[in-house]
């Protein structure tokens, strides 16, 4: 079965520093990825995800991340954080396995923004 | 349109009781699955339903079960509540069983 390692348990940056927070999965051959945000008090937003085709993949609010199948990671990244993107962010993989698949997730990334 | 309902948003219960949660789907999605999210564990899968069928199911106890009805709604069960059971529980609904959209979850605290 897929796993998923998010190596950062919390990041500090102050506003307008760059961002990028690593993920790995396990399994390799087709994959579906996925990052969520969850900010304060709020419930799980998906910001992209990566089915196929140009490994760069753009999401919302600035947010992009890089597929590198040679390195089975997902990397999400941002030129220049704000105050407001303070929230816990989480890599997934959709899992194939069983009779239907499911998606796992990473521990999380806690970010927090200084003003 | 209307997003993920979860109901109640917070629930406290006591060791040995049971408890259900319930999640209404986006209109149109016939696929719920649910999470359990702890500060230690992070985000574990429970079970999906499709078309009031279980599909998958995750690594967790009997005491966890789950069904959906004809309108695609979920509800979940928990008996004989344990503390480790304390979490925040997720909902997420789909079309087919990728793309989820998650509801503001249940927060169920055990005493």
């Known amino acids: 079965a897929q796993s998923v390692s998010q190596h950062n348990h919390h990041v500090i940056l102050s506003e307008a520093a760059s961002l990028e927070l690593g993920c790995n999965y396990s399994?390799?051959?087709?994959?579906?990825l996925f990052w969520y945000v969850q900010y304060p008090g709020q419930h799980l937003q998906l910001l992209l995800k990566y089915f196929s085709g140009d490994p760069l993949v753009k999401g919302i609010k600035g947010f992009e991340a890089e597929f590198i199948k040679s390195k089975f990671s997902f990397n999400l990244r941002k030129p220049s954080v704000q105050w407001s993107d303070t929230a816990e962010y989480f890599c997934a993989v959709w899992n194939y396995g069983g009779s239907q698949g499911n998606l796992i997730f990473g521990k999380g990334t806690k970010l927090s923004v200084k003003p | 349109k209307a997003g993920v309902t979860q109901t109640p948003r917070y629930l406290i219960k006591t060791r040995g009781q049971q408890v259900t949660l319930s999640c209404s789907p986006i209109?149109?999605?016939?696929?719920v699955s649910w999470y359990q999210q702890t500060p230690g564990q992070g985000l574990q899968f429970l079970f999906e339903?499709?078309?009031?069928?279980?599909?998958n199911k995750g690594n967790f106890p009997g005491r966890f079960s789950g069904r959906q009805f004809s309108n695609s709604r979920s509800e979940m069960n928990v008996s004989t509540l344990e503390l480790g059971d304390s979490a925040l529980y997720l909902c997420?609904?789909?079309?087919?069983?990728?793309?989820?959209?998650f509801g503001s979850g249940t927060r169920l605290t055990v005493v």
């Open positions: 997420a609904s789909s079309l087919q069983g990728e793309g989820y959209t």
């Open positions: 339903y499709f078309s009031e069928t279980q599909r």
């Open positions: 399994y390799g051959g087709t994959v579906n």
């Open positions: 209109s149109g999605h016939r696929s």
